[in-house]
């Protein structure tokens, strides 16, 4: 059986950091593309980040935080775990933040695709 297992969340001040882990088991890891999502009270869950079976390629969809070193998506097969580091917090990431994980080959975009499996979350809370 496929499980994605979240860690890494907790409570922290605006302008802290975060690293979410996601360990994965009951799957080749190297064969599957993984992302991040989030989902605030009320909304919709929503994409975050994802990246590659291979790690060489990755989507964000706050493109402008990733290229300020913000939030980064990375990937160790070795370990199967995958990673999202977040810094610079704001009150507004705020979310659960989900893992997920789909076979490479499936769809040629990281983020318009179904996932095929899914962790329970793991809760992030920014205080003012």
């Known amino acids: 059986q496929v499980q994605l297992v979240e860690s890494g969340g907790g409570l922290v001040q605006a302008g802290g950091s975060l690293r979410l882990a996601c360990a994965a088991s009951?799957?080749?890891?190297?064969?599957?593309?993984m992302a991040w999502y989030r989902q605030a009270p009320g909304e919709e869950r929503t994409i975050v980040a994802a990246?590659?079976?291979?790690?060489?390629?990755?989507?964000?969809?706050d493109y402008a935080a990733s290229v300020k070193g913000r939030i980064a998506i990375s990937r160790d097969n070795a370990k199967n775990t995958v990673y999202l580091q977040m810094s610079s917090l704001k009150p507004e990431d705020t979310a659960v933040y989900y893992c997920a994980a789909d076979p490479r080959g499936t769809s040629p975009s990281l983020s318009n695709r179904r996932y095929d499996y899914w962790g329970q979350g793991t809760q992030v809370i920014v205080s003012s």
């Open positions: 990246i590659s079976y291979n790690g060489k390629t990755t989507y964000y969809t």
């Open positions: 009951g799957l080749t890891f190297s064969d599957y593309d």
